[in-house]
């Protein structure tokens, strides 16, 4: 019985893997010719499962009673997927292609939440069981238990897909320039091949394969909204652990992450995610670059530009600091609803401050910053509850637990950088949620922890001026570092690591502080969060929170002193006056996002400076005379 129950979980297993390796293949392939990490991949796997699951259902029905009909539906989503992809190409991807990873990674998932509303308006909100597919809605028998025919057939899939793939790279000459351009883009280009047509073709091919791999979950499961997010998560997990780059790689961890999640399932139901990202982290700490990865994708470094204090001069920095302290003072007189907003936006303004510390000063992406804001919250929260602790006792406490936690994680992940510590930051966030959602004695699971009352009604006035003046206070600290030789050891290791180790600095010491501080900052942020909502709920440590932390300094400016102020004032209060009258305003916010990376991606404030640069420097050498070199920008904006 026991040999019964293994085999079928491992047939399960095998067959998850299938999806996996398609959706992972796809990604691998436009990432190794575009450099471009896809977070919106999930969204062309929910677009075929949704365009075939309509097209056997409701649009021609009868489809759903042919084998060939039900086929050829699976395939016209996985070309829908494949068009839309071309459409993404032209207008987005490659307008990003030259930009650095996180930037591709936000401006992405802007895609992600334009395409889920867009799919919400055109396939509605409800979940479409599609028929089983005619001629393979049976099951073999294992001893006493049953596997499903038709997941007998889409097991096979994933080795002919491997071994298509396989072919199509190394037999055809279409093959042979995708694998010259993965390695040098630049050089195939200087032979005379047009790189463009290769990856509309290569982006196209990802796409594909992302809506087949949807459109074949059909006879599983019912097609939904929520397949987008759900699903690239653990594709992500698969690419990395496998390596970017590399089709064997992604096959052999789509294997291994597959098997891992079914036996999880069965024998450990409440740890399964936690086992999947716990194998990803296990292996990126012993081979940093995944299984089968080059290590010239482990570190792409990016011209940055220099941090700005901007604006110049003591007048224009008091400037900031008055219109900083009037808005505060503007909202609070608007009443309990203006306080609350003004509250978040301060709240995320010092996780985007936590968040802009580690990556503009010590070059360190993190993709699950919620991880530690939530550590912040549930630790505020149960000192209150469990030992009746007071407001600066609790936030204590949640500082405490962050910082636990950071000095533990961080000796494991200070020698990854770029999408791999990234995926590394995300693995941990997922595993806090996962415990957060799952240890329900002590957390609450999805009910939360409510009740909290860290602040009297008439103490939150000067709770708030409190943490007005400590963001300023913040901000201060953040310029005299940047100012220090200190600051200058940080960024000579963000520009130039081997350098800065070559010169004898302390490469490995200066990211595990720089790691640790910013985790042990945000999770002051996220007990203030669970002060000021009265309650913490798992979603607290949701990709969806690291994602705001990202979009707070995106939006403001990484490299600007004031970015996260205007970052999270642009983000909390203009997705608040958009939620209020608009439907799809997550859509409309996706656009928002992608118009600022393409056309800004230096942030608002950014842009201003360089306008504000050009406009002084048309000034001085006249308007026929103004020069267009990048260099002399940069220049003169420094100067």
Not at 317 to 341: E, K, N, T
């Amino acid at each position: 019985m026991g040999f019964e129950v293994l085999a079928l979980q491992l047939l399960n297993g095998l067959s998850h893997a299938t999806t996996l390796f398609l959706m992972a293949s796809g990604l691998t392939l436009i990432f190794g010719v575009t450099r471009i990490v896809n977070f919106a991949h999930g969204s062309f796997f929910m677009l075929g499962a949704l365009w075939s699951a309509h097209a056997v259902t409701r649009w021609w029905p009868e489809w759903g009673e042919s084998a060939w009909a039900y086929a050829g539906a699976m395939f016209l989503g996985a070309c829908v997927a494949a068009v839309l992809g071309a459409i993404t190409e032209v207008l987005l991807l490659k307008r990003m292609r030259h930009a650095p990873q996180l930037y591709q990674l936000v401006a992405t998932f802007g895609l992600t939440l334009a395409l889920h509303d867009a799919m919400r308006w055109f396939f509605g909100p409800e979940e479409v069981f599609a028929p089983r597919f005619p001629g393979l809605k049976g099951a073999i028998q294992l001893g006493e238990s049953f596997f499903p025919t038709w997941q007998l057939l889409s097991l096979v899939l994933g080795p002919l897909v491997w071994l298509g793939l396989h072919l199509l790279l190394t037999r055809t000459l279409w093959g042979q320039r995708v694998k010259a351009a993965t390695h040098d883009r630049d050089m195939l280009d200087a032979l005379g091949v047009n790189p463009a047509p290769l990856m509309l073709g290569v982006v196209m091919l990802g796409c594909g394969l992302a809506g087949l791999a949807g459109a074949l979950q059909l006879p599983r499961e019912p097609a939904n909204l929520q397949m987008d997010v759900n699903v690239v998560v653990e594709t992500f997990v698969v690419v990395v652990t496998g390596g970017l780059g590399s089709i064997g790689g992604a096959f052999v961890a789509a294997l291994l992450i597959g098997v891992i999640h079914a036996l999880g399932l069965s024998f450990f139901p409440q740890a399964t995610l936690v086992l999947v990202f716990l194998t990803m982290a296990v292996v990126l700490v012993w081979r940093p670059q995944g299984l089968a990865g080059s290590t010239a994708h482990v570190e792409q470094r990016e011209t940055v530009p220099v941090f700005s204090l901007w604006p110049g001069g003591l007048p224009g920095r008091a400037l900031m600091v008055a219109v900083f302290v009037g808005l505060s003072l503007l909202a609070w007189g608007q009443g309990d609803y203006g306080r609350s907003l003004a509250e978040d936006v301060m709240v995320m303004m010092l996780f985007g401050l936590s968040l802009q510390w580690m990556m503009a000063l010590g070059g360190l992406v993190s993709f699950g910053h919620a991880a530690f804001f939530a550590l912040g919250a549930y630790g505020a929260a149960l000192a209150h509850l469990n030992a009746g602790l007071g407001l600066p006792s609790a936030l204590s406490a949640g500082m405490l637990l962050a910082l636990s936690v950071a000095v533990v994680f961080g000796a494991l992940v200070v020698r990854s950088s770029g999408v791999y510590l990234a995926m590394l930051s995300l693995a941990l966030a997922q595993m806090v949620w996962a415990g957060a959602t799952q240890w329900v004695s002590l957390t609450g699971g999805d009910n939360g922890l409510i009740g909290l009352r860290l602040i009297a009604p008439e103490w939150r006035p000067l709770w708030d001026a409190l943490l007005c003046g400590f963001l300023l206070l913040a901000l201060l600290g953040l310029a005299r570092v940047v100012g220090s030789s200190r600051g200058a050891a940080l960024q000579a290791l963000r520009d130039a690591p081997w350098r800065a180790a070559a010169s004898g600095l302390p490469v490995q010491a200066l990211r595990y502080q720089v790691f640790v501080g910013s985790a042990t900052l945000a999770g002051l942020a996220g007990a203030l969060w669970a002060a000021f909502k009265g309650a913490v709920f798992p979603s607290v440590a949701s990709v969806a929170m690291s994602v705001d932390a990202l979009l707070v300094i995106l939006l403001g400016g990484v490299h600007q002193l004031w970015g996260a102020a205007v970052g999270s004032a642009l983000l909390v209060w203009g997705g608040a006056e958009l939620g209020q009258g608009m439907d799809y305003w997550r859509g409309l916010l996706g656009l928002v996002i992608m118009m600022v990376m393409v056309l800004a991606p230096s942030g608002v404030l950014g842009a201003w400076q360089q306008i504000g640069a050009l406009r002084r420097l048309s000034q001085d050498t006249g308007p026929d005379t103004v020069p267009l070199n990048r260099a002399a920008q940069d220049e003169e904006r420094q100067t």
